[in-house]
Structures are given as structure tokens and as C-alpha cells.
């Protein structure tokens, strides 16, 4: 999380997650063609901009900025003769809106060319869209080129009619056109991924993953955009958010209370759990939310969760440095993050040779090893007047009341969570490795998993079976990572084994960030769904079905979240 996947979610974090190669091969088409029509687009308008300023260019200066080239005489004559009439340069303006987007109608055609959309309709219309532009255009460009010395207004009015009636169409089109080539990039994604759960991993596969997680890593643009002027509004107005010196209230303390932790560096994604929380109990003034983040992330989490009242749910928002406990002497994780090889191991991984192995790609990113996703460990220690708290992931919305989980009898146990595990999938061997003496003579291959995300901690007995020290155990064994790869998952797994508490599933849905056909209706009854997988709802690649559960608790009362665009 130090570098640039700071804000980024912990989208590929295989926290209690099913690594799906096969979804990453359809996202490779997505980001292509995606990425194609991006290309396309701005080339058309780069040429048109250039043609535009060129030409305003030659207009105001009265001097041919292509004075070499073969036309310099026909420029000269059209200078000569917009000097004379100053209806001209409004006709140059025109015509060259009608060729930008003659260029763009062309664009789209050959991407839906490209595409070989089933049907061909699109394809059609814009290239009559573009073969009207043309024919608009060389019916008037006589009128520059005759020399003739004046224009007829008329005939210009016209003109600027017909063009803005061509640029409405075709807006309207390209806006149609843009859901039907979504649509048909959907459909493909669906069948690349029926196709590919029996295929090999092939080396289109790979490119495709990595690719896949370009898109995941990459901050998207209203996210930023948010962070900033959040931190524009803190900056202006310091005394409205600081809390430090402060005391803090009596609630964030209360062990009464329902208590929350939430560790994320997504300002959006914090707020979305928070008021989806929030917005499904019945009592909200008897809830605490800790919201942990970054020290760079700090400011911005501050305004967002001042600017709104929460219905008078109480919110603490720290940053993790503000823990100092937490230091390398005493975490495993930061130990290790400081020393030589792993520097090296997480960092000197070259472009070129990640592209050619997205396995070891994960394996190498730094967030696996921030301090933010292991601060679930130091739980009892962070919040030492506590007994119980619900632990929430930031990719998760909230759709139920869930004051039952403090009423779940723990039976002695230390985590409550759901169980994934099904046939021969999602058990312990699947995620360490069995042949470690260690992990062989104190594990059964065959134990269930869970998932975090969700999960109810009883403080107390984590603090009488001294849990911590056992994470440290296992965290400090792994340095060289031959107990398990990476993420906090196998640690949890080991940390938790025997003191985990199965809860009943409709708790807990797993799998909207990659699984198109989970079942509406058992999404509907979730107490909580869970966007793990790349394809987060805040992200373009977010799967369209469920994109509104999460949308529906963004907050657009915020004028920052709405001027930035949040769930358009
Ligand atoms: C690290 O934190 C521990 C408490 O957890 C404290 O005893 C120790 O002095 C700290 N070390 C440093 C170098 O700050
Ligand atoms: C890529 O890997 C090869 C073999 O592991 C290594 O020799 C080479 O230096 C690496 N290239 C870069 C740019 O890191
Ligand atoms: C990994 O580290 C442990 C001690 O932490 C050591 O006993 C073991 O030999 C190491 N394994 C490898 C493959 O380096
Ligand atoms: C699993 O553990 C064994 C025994 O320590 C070690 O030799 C092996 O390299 C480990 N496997 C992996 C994939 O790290």
C-alpha cells in the first residue's frame, strides 16, 4: 500500500479469495477494445483540435502555417479572401467541427468493424453518419474556395443548422452505441469465461491476467478526484475537522455500544460500509464505527465522515500511525518489510519480467505486507475497553441489522466467520503448505476455510488464548514464505484454527467482485455481500448486476462525491 497501490483496493488480495484465472482472460478483451475506442477517440479529436487551431491560427495571424506544403497557394487565395469577409472564419469553425466529427463517426465504425458486432446495424450508421458529414462538407467548402468575396449569411446559417442537427444525432447514437458495445463486450466476457474455467493457462491467459490487474490497481479517476478536494477541504479549513488534544468522546470507548472496525484506505468504499451500516439498523446512535487508514489518506477520511451526520452513529477515524505499538520491534510484518532481501524480492520486479509471470506478480506487491491489512491482529490491543467488535472489509455493503451477531453465544471461541469450503475446495491444503513438518503434525489438510470480511472477534478470549502472540508465531516462521505465499488469510487460518465459530451463511455472500451467477435471491437475503475479486464496484470493470447494491449507499448528498462523478 506504500507505493502506488496505495488508495488501490486490495483488489487481488487473496484474503479468503478464490484466485479465477479464467474471468482475467475476458477482462483482457474488456481492456482492449476499451482501450482501443479510448485511442480512437482521442485521435480523432487530436486531429480535429489540430485542424481547428491551425486553422484559427492562419485566421488571426493571416499567415499559412503550412507555407511548404502543396496547398500554399489555395491558402494564400483563402486568406486573402477572409480578410475580405468576416462570415468566413465562422465557416472555417463549422466545417471543422463537421470533419472532427466526420473523424469520430469513422472511429466508431471501424471499432465496430473490429468488434464484428452481431449486428451490423452500428456499423452502418456511423458510416452514413460519417458519409453525411462528407457530403456536408464539400457542399459548402465551394463557398471558401470560390474566391468569391463575400458569403451569404443565409446560406452560413444554414449550414451551422444542419451541422448541430448531424452533432445531436450523433451523440445520441454514440451514446447508444457505447451501451451496445458494452453489452456485446459483456456477453463475450461471459463466454471467454464458461470457456475458459476448462481451459489450460495458456499464454493469452497470462496477458490477460495481467492486464486484469493493471485495471484493478489502477486508482480510478473519480476516486482521486474525490481524495483531492477532500483534502482541499480539510486544508482550507483545519479547525472544522482536527480532533487532535481532543479528548476522545465517551462512546468511542463504551463497551455497550456495537462496535466496528474498518481499515481502509478508500475514502468511498469506507463510507459506503459505513452508511450502508448505518442506513439498516434500527438504532444507529448505539453504533461506533473505528475507521482506520493511512497517514497520507487521513485528511480526506476526516471530511468525509464530518460533512455527514450518520444518524447519529458515532465515528472515530485515526490514522494506523497514530498506533505505537505498532512498530518493527514488535510486528512481524514491519520487520520484515524493512529487511534487504524482501525490499528486493517486492520491489525490483521489472516490467518486463512481470509481464511474463502475473503469478509471482502478486506475489510481489507490497500491499500484501502493509501494515493496514494486518491490522486485524491487533485488534484487542487497539481497542483495549473492548470486548467484542465486528471486524468489516472495505468492499462490502451492509443490507441487514446486525445487532444478532452480539447476541451469537461464541461458545469460548475467538472469531466468528462463515465457511467457504465445499467438496475439496476452499480447505487448508489449499491454502499452506502441508509439506512443512509444522503445518503438517498441527493442521487436518481437509479443515474447513472461512472467509474474512465479516468477522465477529470476541476480545476477550482472543486476549485469553493470547492469539496475537500465536499470529506472531506463524508470521515471523514464514519470512521466507515457505508456510504460505501471501495475504493474511493463511494466517488467519492458522492463528484462528479451533477457535473459529461457523455463522450461518446468509451472514455473510461472497464472490461480486468475479462471480457473474451468484443468485439474486440469496444476494437479496444477505445480511452482507461482498465484493472480493478484481472487479470492485468502484472500478469500470465492476460487474453491471450488482454495481447498484454498492451505488445505492454512495453518498450524494457529498457535493465533493457528486462532482466527481460516484456511480454514473
Ligand atoms: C515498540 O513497541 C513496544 C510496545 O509494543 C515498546 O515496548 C517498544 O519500546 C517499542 N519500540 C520502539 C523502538 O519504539
Ligand atoms: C528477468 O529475469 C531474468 C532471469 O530471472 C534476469 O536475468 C533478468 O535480469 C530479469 N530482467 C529484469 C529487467 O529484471
Ligand atoms: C525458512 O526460515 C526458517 C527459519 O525461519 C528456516 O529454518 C528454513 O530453513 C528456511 N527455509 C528456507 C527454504 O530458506
Ligand atoms: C514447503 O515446505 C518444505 C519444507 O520446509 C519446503 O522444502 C518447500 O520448499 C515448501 N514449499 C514451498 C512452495 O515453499
Redesign the pocket.
Known amino acids: 500500500m506504500a507505493l502506488n497501490s496505495g488508495r488501490v483496493r486490495r483488489n487481488a488480495r487473496l484474503t479468503g479469495r478464490v484466485i479465477r484465472h479464467p474471468m482475467r482472460c475476458s477482462m483482457f478483451t474488456v481492456r482492449f477494445f476499451t482501450g482501443f475506442l479510448t485511442i480512437a477517440v482521442s485521435v480523432s479529436f487530436a486531429v480535429w483540435f489540430l485542424f481547428a487551431y491551425s486553422n484559427s491560427d492562419d485566421v488571426d495571424v493571416g499567415f499559412p502555417v503550412n507555407a511548404y506544403g502543396s496547398s500554399s497557394s489555395s491558402y494564400w487565395r483563402s486568406m486573402l479572401a477572409l480578410k475580405s469577409d468576416a462570415l468566413k472564419p465562422r465557416l472555417h469553425q463549422v466545417l471543422k467541427q463537421a470533419e472532427g466529427h466526420r473523424n469520430l463517426a469513422v472511429a466508431y465504425a471501424s471499432y465496430a468493424r473490429k468488434l464484428k458486432l452481431e449486428n451490423s446495424k452500428l456499423l452502418r450508421i456511423f458510416t452514413e453518419l460519417s458519409q453525411k458529414y462528407t457530403d456536408l462538407i464539400s457542399n459548402y467548402q465551394g463557398l471558401l474556395d470560390s474566391g468569391s468575396s463575400s458569403i451569404d449569411e443565409s446560406v452560413l446559417r444554414q449550414l451551422e443548422k444542419e451541422v448541430k442537427e448531424q452533432v445531436k444525432l450523433m451523440r445520441k447514437v454514440i451514446s447508444e452505441a457505447k451501451e451496445s458495445f458494452d453489452n456485446q463486450l459483456k456477453i463475450h466476457k461471459l463466454k471467454d469465461t464458461i470457456f475458459a474455467l476448462n481451459e489450460q493457462l495458456t499464454k493469452a491467459k497470462k496477458q490477460g491476467a495481467f492486464s486484469s490487474l493493471i485495471a484493478a490497481k489502477s486508482i480510478p479517476k473519480s476516486l482521486h478526484c474525490l481524495v483531492l478536494r477532500l483534502m482541499r477541504e480539510r486544508i482550507a479549513h483545519p479547525e472544522k475537522y482536527a480532533d487532535e488534544g481532543n479528548p476522545p468522546k465517551p462512546e468511542i470507548e463504551d463497551p455497550k455500544l456495537y462496535h466496528y472496525a474498518i481499515f481502509s484506505d478508500n475514502v468511498i468504499a469506507a463510507s459506503v460500509v459505513v452508511n450502508s451500516a448505518v442506513k439498516n439498523t434500527r438504532e444507529p446512535w448505539k453504533h461506533v464505527f473505528h475507521v482506520v487508514t493511512d497517514k497520507m489518506n487521513l485528511g480526506a477520511m476526516q471530511v468525509m465522515f464530518k460533512m455527514q451526520d450518520y444518524g447519529g452513529a458515532h465515528i472515530e477515524v485515526k490514522a494506523v500511525e497514530d498506533y505505537k505499538f505498532l512498530n518493527s520491534s514488535y510486528v512481524p510484518v514491519l520487520k520484515q518489510k524493512d529487511s534487504v532481501s524482501l525490499q528486493q524480492f517486492y520491489f525490483e520486479n521489472k516490467l518486463e519480467n512481470a509481464t511474463k509471470d502475473t503469478t509471482n506478480m502478486k506475489f510481489r506487491n507490497p500491499k500484501y505486507l502493509s501494515i493496514l491489512n494486518h491490522l486485524r491482529f491487533y485488534l484487542p490491543e487497539m481497542y483495549p475497553k473492548l470486548h467484542k467488535i465486528l471486524f468489516l472489509d472495505d468492499d462490502i455493503v451492509v443490507q441487514r441489522e446486525l445487532t444478532g451477531l452480539w447476541e451469537i453465544d461464541m461458545d469460548g471461541n475467538i472469531n466468528g466467520a462463515v465457511e467457504t469450503c465445499f467438496g475439496s475446495f476452499h480447505r487448508y491444503a489449499q491454502y499452506m503448505?502441508f509439506?512443512?513438518?509444522l503445518?503438517k503434525s498441527r493442521f487436518s489438510p481437509n479443515a474447513c476455510a472461512w472467509a474474512y470480511g465479516m468477522n465477529f472477534f470476541d476480545l476477550d478470549a482472543w486476549r485469553r488464548k493470547k492469539c496475537t502472540e500465536e499470529y506472531h508465531y506463524w508470521q515471523t516462521l514464514n519470512e521466507n514464505?515457505?508456510?504460505w505465499?501471501l495475504g493474511t488469510l493463511p494466517a488467519g487460518l492458522l492463528t484462528y484454527y479451533s477457535t473459529t465459530r461457523p455463522l450461518e451463511k446468509s451472514w455473510h455472500i461472497l464472490g461480486l467482485g468475479y462471480n457473474p451467477s451468484i443468485s439474486m435471491n440469496e444476494i437479496k437475503n444477505a445480511a452482507v455481500i461482498h465484493f472480493n475479486g478484481n472487479m470492485k464496484p468502484w472500478l469500470d470493470i465492476a460487474i453491471t448486476k450488482y454495481r447498484p447494491l454498492w451505488t445505492k449507499y454512495v453518498d450524494y448528498g457529498n457535493e465533493h462525491a457528486r462532482s466527481c462523478n460516484f456511480g454514473l
Open positions: 503448505n509439506s512443512h513438518p503445518i514464505r515457505t508456510l505465499k
